[in-house]
């Protein structure tokens, strides 16, 4: 799954498990971070996302294959800024 979380992380894992107030567990996750030079991969491991700034969490679609250090772009905002 992706995650897009409030201060504008993107986060994506293997959703190992979560509960009623969207606390979320992702297994091997990546954070994918933008800008102007390219994006960049981070290996986070087994990740907690706390229910409270999850702001989108929508499926990845495996047979798409993208170049992300070719896609460049402005970070995300963050919601609370």
Known sequence: VQIITND???????LK???SNTNIVLQ????RVFSQKGARELQLGL?????DSVS????????VEIDWEQVNGHPLKSLHA
């Open 28 to 31: 091997n996750t990546i954070e």
């Open 17 to 19: 498990g979560h509960d």
């Open 8 to 14: 504008g992380r993107i986060l994506i894992g293997i």
């Open 47 to 51: 990740y907690i996302i706390r229910g």
């Open 56 to 63: 989108l969490v929508g499926t990845v679609d495996d047979n």
